[in-house]
């Protein structure tokens, strides 16, 4: 349906309180060395597999379409799972180079329909991730800074360019790195993994 391409996750898991599903992601080569991934979820129903994000009216799997390499998860540990959906944070353009994108973990609700858990900004180079705030929405976008492998959390006005009230910044480093006693006193760590 969506062209070459591979699965890189498959997972067992439950749709609600009662319909188990297969879960699986697919990397999908689009050319010129663009890929994206997307999602499809699939029962057994009446011994015949049904996928249940699509149908002949609706295409569910379509919305899954993205650039990150985020995989299907039970990302609030209740036992369903949700699937990723993204679009891009305020001041960046879809598809774009330097994109950044706003993550939203849904339940698939009656009728095909998307029931938003959770709204996450991930950071794929350096392997976290923030949820954000429902008033942070529409409202809060992040400035990247890849030389110091920062992550500005600013209220969004109008533009990037205008965007500078700063509400939260994520640094990641080595502890090789040179540290200066004004950043030690300015960021605080909030945790280790490996070197990082």
Known sequence: ???????????????????????????????????????QVVTAY????????????????ETTMRHTRTLCQDINGDGIMEVPTVSPLPGYEEDEDDTLYLTTFNRLGVGRTWLPVSHCAINEDHRYMVKIPEKWLNNVTILSLPESSEWSFVRFEETLEDSYSLLLKLKVSSVKDYHDKFESGYFELLGTQGLF
Request: net charge negative; glycine share 10%.
């Open 46 to 61: 009446g011994g015949d597999l049904v996928n249940l994000l699509d149908s002949d009216d609706t295409s569910l799997s």
């Open 1 to 39: 349906v969506f062209g070459d391409g591979e699965v890189v996750s498959r997972q067992v898991g439950m749709v609600d309180n009662s319909t188990p599903a297969l879960f699986i992601d697919n990397q999908i080569n689009l050319g010129r060395n663009l890929q994206m991934y997307v999602s």
